[in-house]
Structure formats: C-alpha cells, structure tokens
T-cell receptor, first 108, second 122 residues
Framework: DIQMTQSPSTLSASVGDTITITCRASQSLSSWLAWYQQKPDKAPKLLMYKASDLASGVPSRFSGSGSGTEFTLTISSLQPEDFATYYC??????????FGPGTKVDLK | EVQLVESGGGLVQPGGSLRLSCEASGFTFSAHAMSWVRQAPGKGLEWVSAISARDESTDYADSVKGRFTISRDNSKNTLYLQMNSLRAEDTAIYYCARDLYAGNENDCFDSWGQGTLITVSS
C-alpha cells in the first residue's frame, strides 16, 4: 500500500501570507495527486487534481506542483476563509486511494 | 447540480450491523465510480471502499475487509454500504464521494455528501 505523509502537521500564518504544504508518497504517483480543503463540520472540498490542475471554482491563489513522490500546495495571499485543514490524496491505483494525515492552517 | 445525500447513520452496539445509503442526483450516476470515506472524531480522512461504475469491481480498506460490503443500484441512483460486525473504532462520519471523471477507475473525488454519523457503543 502507498503511504502518504504531509508536513507540517500544523502551520500558523497570517492573512496575506504565502504558505506551502508538502506531501510525500512512499512510491511514485506520476501526477495522480489531489488536494482537499476541509473546514470544521463540513465535507472536504476538492482544490487541485493531477497535482497542478485547479478544480472548478477554486481561486487562483491556490496552486499545486510536483510529480513522482513529492508534491506541494501553495496558497498565495492567504485569506480569512483559507484557515482550514488540507489533505493530499493519491489516486494511483485502481479504485483504491490514500489520504495524507492532514495539515491544519491556523491563525498566528 | 450534483447532490449526494447519505442516510442510515445512528447508534449501534458493538457487533451490530447497519446499512448506509447515498442517493445521487444531478448527474449520470451509472457513469461514475463511487467511494465511501470516513472520518473518526477529530481525526483525518480514511478511504473505506470503492465500486466501479458498472459494479464489476470493488475494493476495501484492510480495516473493513470482510465486514463491510459496498454495492450500488444504478436504476435507483443509490450507493450502499452494508456494515457488519461493527467495532468501536468504526465510529466516524461516513461520506459518499463521486469520482471526478466518468469512466475513470483511478480518480479523485469532486463531489461529497454531507456525511452521516455512525456511533458504535454499548
């Protein structure tokens, strides 16, 4: 099974900051990597797919990069609504997926 | 508008059974693989199970294999999760989720239900 790690586990930031979250996989994913945002008591929301493609309706301050085993999610000019938990997800296998442990972005 | 609405959650005793349903609307249900994802209180997301669009293939997380069964009725636009031999560690919010692209069987999830809470406790 593919193992996913994320760093940091918690990130404290201020409105207007640019932040980066890193996701690593235990084996190559090519570009089969997605990012989700989850707010308390809400379902996750797809932000990025295929490592760097922006999902429909997602602001352009979100960007993704990487391939193989290392990926990043960058949020430029952090907005108040961006404080949330972010998960990466690999989808390299038939039907089966694995989520990263999550990164909580909170207010400094 | 794509909608996924889960139902069937509740309190169940350890060893008990429960069946979750996820009613889909706003898209061609029979064209998309579907998954169940759960989230224990205060924890991260855990993929539970997935089923291909035409019901030919299924897969399960090791933690539920042999106890949970995923199925779908494309004529009713409904996804199911039959959960048997429930344990305290199965306590979680259970979400159904739709694959981004029709016809794909390795994909991310672009639509999620609101979730249904399962509590396993005596």
């Amino acid at each position: 099974d593919i193992q996913m790690t994320q760093s940091p586990s918690t990130l404290s930031a201020s409105v207007g900051d640019t932040i980066t979250i890193t996701c690593r996989a235990s084996q190559s994913l090519s570009s089969w990597l997605a990012w989700y945002q989850q707010k308390p008591d809400k379902a996750p929301k797809l932000l990025m797919y295929k490592a760097s493609d922006l999902a429909s309706g997602v602001p352009s301050r979100f960007s993704g990069s990487g391939s193989g085993t290392e990926f990043t999610l960058t949020i430029s000019s952090l907005q108040p609504e961006d404080f949330a938990t972010y998960y990466c997800q690999e989808y390299n296998s038939h039907l089966r997926v694995t989520f990263g442990p999550g990164t909580k972005v909170d207010l400094k | 508008e794509v909608q996924l609405v889960e139902s069937g959650g509740g309190l169940v005793q350890p060893g008990g059974s429960l069946r979750l349903s996820c009613e889909a609307s706003g898209f061609t249900f029979s064209a998309h693989a579907m998954s169940w994802v759960r989230q224990a209180p205060g924890k991260g997301l855990e993929w539970v199970s997935a089923i291909s669009a035409r019901d030919e293939s299924t897969d399960y997380a090791d933690s539920v294999k042999g106890r949970f069964t995923i199925s779908r009725d494309n004529s009713k636009n409904t996804l199911y999760l039959q959960m048997n031999s429930l344990r305290a560690e199965d306590t979680a919010i259970y979400y159904c989720a739709r694959d981004l692209y029709a016809g794909n069987e390795n994909d991310c999830f672009d639509s999620w239900g609101q979730g249904t809470l399962i509590t396993v406790s005596s």
